[in-house]
């Protein structure tokens, strides 16, 4: 039985190869849209929210809008800055499991 033996390059070639493949999975689910403004419907289909819940974004100041007669248009780069400036990294409200 012959032994294979894998090197230090050979695994980052491989771990190259695999963020590649990751990074365009990634890009297919979640393409970026071709126009820079976006109608609300667009918005609402791309963050899964209801109408209510982009009102309420627009109230309140964290999505700005501009209004052309009775159309809404979202810049694209303001909903990019919006996800990144309100994501939030282990906020969770579960207290830990004791052992």
């Known amino acids: 039985m012959a032994t294979t033996i894998i090197t230090l390059e050979d695994l980052q070639k491989f771990k190259l190869e695999l963020l590649e493949e990751i990074q365009k999975i990634i890009n297919a689910k979640h393409p970026t849209p071709v126009r820079k403004w976006l109608k609300s419907h667009e918005v609402r289909r791309l963050l899964t ?51």
Do not use: C, W
């Open 49 to 99: 929210i209801s109408p209510y819940k982009l009102q309420a974004l627009r109230d309140t100041g964290v999505l700005p809008f501009t209004k052309i007669g009775a159309v809404i248009y979202y810049n694209y780069e303001d909903i990019e800055v919006m996800l990144l400036t309100h994501s939030r990294v282990g906020t969770s409200s579960q207290k830990p499991v004791s052992r």
